[in-house]
């Protein structure tokens, strides 16, 4: 069953487990496969208890549905960890100088390095960012850099995620499910733990004060769009287990040239906003007049030096899939080293001749929308019917601009715990880094995500994957 | 020249207003041509929040509307030494060039500014300054000016089909004109001393269009010339609504009466 093109994370072949594995495979061989289905099972209550579910964008029926989570923990070695978090920090430093200098003097598209078009013709541009310095430089707060393996040293960086970074709600509690329901295998083995997430989070705001804060501890609130919002959960949870304000925009307002929060006891200001609205709706003074979710006067507060945004607006310029492209050269221009961690080759559908060579190739390449996330509206060439490949072929030469494309990479695999036994699975891994002024700090783990059918390559959770618990080994 | 400015601007409503946010850009900047003598602004009705530079620099000022007033006066008023510069600006700010040269949903190019530009496209080729001249008047020619006939919020395309509207149009049809021609062109709002009125009806508007070898240059479509020690300049953008000396957002359905009092004198 297990095709041996994927990198099995778990086997070493004949048999034998790979190093990070041994002592997992060692304990596994003496648990009776259907006491582990049944905990399998309770796992699942476990998280229909504590509510942790997700909703699907363009689905009407079962709109909250829970993400299927999986017993057999995802293991990664201290030492291949830390080449993962050398390879991040260097990327998520670059990424970094990388907006400052877009929004600053714009030495890259001086030195033509990368082309103006490429900024000019990106929306996530915001000019209203042009000539000011967020907060202790920073702007992107939180990342969530999605990782791939297909080899025993081979990672690549799929995604950088230097918007909005979902999920680690999922790496929190999936740990939190591991510990209860098998507390000895975290005696036996040393896996490095991910709970204190929350506390980091919020020293790391909490070192980005705004500039006119002359208190001693900034108040950090989480804005959340609302309870219809596909992440409310992770919201609510994140401003519970770090101590911070959820609010809406119903309960906020500019008062005294601040933004504050309407409380019992009258307003109280807000330094650091960890915001899960868009750019386009935070602000309908600034930004779409029609936005019900934002807070009016916020980015004007925000220039004036009397609140935090995280991340930054206008960061999502970074998470471009053109630009993507040049995350190689983005790396060596702002750090003078060669990238740690590859890039996979990527296509441009702009440029003709990798157009023709796109559409010659498709039924064997994965194409993206420039500006999508999540899966949606994504062609996995070698999982596509006939009818899909020429529909998408349609999209392609419409609008070429729209797409880039990359080839099928062999993603390795974790097992799964299937009513047969263990079934290598393809996976990715979302670690999640928080940026504070002169630190960069990785939770050791994150989130494994898992493509729960047999073959497939997308481990989306809007396109039927599950989670697994991501253990950092502390040898 | 030395300009004495008075520019009250009251804001009525039918009834009490809980919430509204004034964004203003009515403080005149020091720059090429002018410096500012004296400057204050009075806000009553309203109470400041912050100020701050803009990208485009900007001065902003955020004032609140005080709960449950009827009433928002703003008046701004100073002295400014001009001198006259023919309109040429030349270079500066932290924007980027290729910011202005994409157009807005304001001065998106349709057919009708299409057309206007195709006329000057000769022009343009041999000198690129005697090309804008040409398409300034154009515009002029296209879009007569004529109160009353265009809002706020009328397109560049509206107003080139009408064939009439006020400064502000006639700015936007240069300005989608300009950038459909591939040259970064922007939004200026300011005052302008109308020689034998000392009271003025609004404030004014032109386009600045940038030049090779010049930087920016002011074309003022309505009074067919550059700029010159009469002018103002005192915001910019890349379409009416960046530049715009008020920028609201109100809750509650008041019906809004707005009263502009504006004096330019030497």
Redesign the interface.
């Known amino acids: 069953m297990t095709e041996n093109r994927f990198f099995n994370e778990m086997e070493a072949g004949g048999g034998a487990a790979r190093a990070p594995y041994a002592g997992y495979a060692q304990w596994f061989s003496g648990e009776d496969p259907r006491d582990l289905l049944r905990k399998s099972a309770e796992a699942e209550t476990f998280f229909r208890r504590i509510g942790i579910t997700f909703n699907v964008y363009g689905q009407k029926e079962a709109q909250e549905r829970l993400i299927p989570f999986d017993i057999v923990p995802r293991i990664i070695s201290g030492s291949e960890w830390r080449l993962l978090e050398k390879g991040i920090e260097q990327r998520v430093r670059a990424l970094n100088a990388f907006l400052a200098d877009i929004y600053?003097t714009?030495e890259i598209?001086r030195s033509r390095r990368l082309p103006?078009e490429l900024?000019?013709r990106n929306e996530a541009f915001l000019?209203?960012?042009?000539?000011?310095v967020p907060p202790g430089g920073v702007y992107t707060h939180i990342v969530g850099t999605d990782l791939v393996r297909t080899g025993e040293n081979e990672f690549y960086v799929l995604e950088d995620n230097a918007r909005t970074p979902s999920g680690v709600s999922y790496m929190l509690e999936n740990r939190e499910t591991m510990l209860q329901m098998f507390p000895e295998l975290f005696t036996k083995m040393k896996v490095r733990p991910v709970s204190s997430y929350p506390a980091e989070l919020r020293r790391s705001l909490s070192e980005c004060a705004p500039p006119n804060f002359d208190g001693s501890k900034p108040c950090v609130a989480i804005l959340t769009p609302g309870i219809h919002n596909s992440a409310y959960f992770e919201h609510s949870f994140l401003a519970d287990q770090m101590g911070a304000e959820l609010v809406e925009s119903s309960d906020l307002?500019?008062?005294?040239?601040k933004v504050q929060m309407r409380t019992t006891k009258g307003y109280k200001p807000i330094d650091v906003v960890y915001r899960r609205v868009d750019d386009d709706y935070l602000d309908?003074?600034t930004f779409n007049?029609e936005s019900m979710l934002g807070v009016?006067?916020i980015m004007?507060?925000y220039?004036?030096?009397?609140i935090t945004i995280a991340n930054a607006p206008g960061t999502g310029i970074a998470d471009d899939k053109a630009l993507y492209s040049y995350m190689p050269d983005i790396v060596e221009f702002y750090t003078g080293e060669k990238a740690i961690l590859k890039n996979v080759p990527t296509w441009r559908c702009s440029e003709e001749d990798s157009l023709k060579y796109v559409l010659d190739n498709l039924k064997d390449l994965v194409v993206k929308e420039v500006h999508g996330s999540g899966g949606y509206g994504m062609l996995v060439g070698p999982a596509a019917s006939k009818k899909e490949l020429s529909d998408f072929e349609a999209k392609l030469r419409a609008k070429p601009g729209n797409y880039v494309a990359q080839p099928t990479l062999a993603l390795s695999t974790v097992p799964i715990m299937t009513k047969k036994g263990l079934a290598p699975r393809h996976v990715d891994l979302r670690p999640y880094v928080l940026v504070s002024p002169g630190r960069v700090h990785i939770t050791p783990g994150g989130l494994t995500r898992v493509a729960l059918k047999e073959g497939s390559l997308v481990v989306n959770s809007s396109q039927g994957g599950g989670t697994k618990d991501t253990w950092v080994l502390g040898d | 020249m030395r300009l004495m400015i008075s520019h009250t601007t009251t804001y009525s409503y039918d009834r009490p207003v809980d919430?509204a946010?004034l964004?203003l850009r009515l403080s005149p900047r020091n720059g090429p041509g002018q410096s500012v003598i004296s400057w204050q602004s009075l806000v009553s009705g309203a109470t400041?929040?912050?100020?701050?530079?803009?990208?485009f620099?900007n001065a902003?000022e955020?004032v609140?509307m005080d709960e449950g007033g009827q009433t928002v006066t703003i008046t701004s008023q100073g002295e400014v030494e001009t001198e006259n510069l023919n309109g040429v600006i030349g270079t500066g700010g932290?924007?980027?060039l290729?910011?202005y040269?994409?157009a807005t949903p304001v001065t998106t190019a349709g057919p009708t500014v299409r057309r206007i530009a195709a006329g000057a496209k000769e022009a343009l080729a041999e000198n690129t300054l005697a090309g804008i001249h040409q398409l300034s008047s154009l515009v002029g020619e296209a879009v007569r000016y004529e109160k009353g006939t265009t809002h706020v919020a009328t397109t560049a395309e509206e107003a080139a089909q009408a064939g009439q509207g006020v400064c502000q149009d006639q700015a936007h049809v240069l300005i989608a004109a300009a950038r459909h021609l591939g040259l970064p062109a922007r939004y200026v709002s300011g005052y302008l001393l109308l020689e034998g009125q000392t009271q003025q009806e609004a404030g004014h508007g032109w386009a600045e269009v940038w030049i090779d070898g010049l930087g920016w240059v002011g074309f003022d479509v309505s009074n067919e010339i550059c700029p010159d020690d009469r002018y103002v300049r005192v915001a910019l953008g890349?379409d009416y609504s960046e530049a715009a000396p008020v920028?609201g957002?109100r809750q509650g359905d008041a019906t809004e009466e707005l009263c502009v009092s504006l004096q330019v004198q030497q």
Do not use: S
Not at chain 1, 303 to 306: Q, S, V, W, Y
């Open positions: 600053g714009q598209l103006e900024i000019a000019p209203q960012m042009v000539g000011m307002k500019v008062v005294d040239g309908p003074l007049p009016p006067g004007d507060v220039r004036a030096g009397n | 919430y946010l964004q400041p929040q912050v100020a701050y530079q803009d990208h620099r902003v955020l609140q932290k924007v980027p290729w910011i040269r994409g890349r920028r957002l």
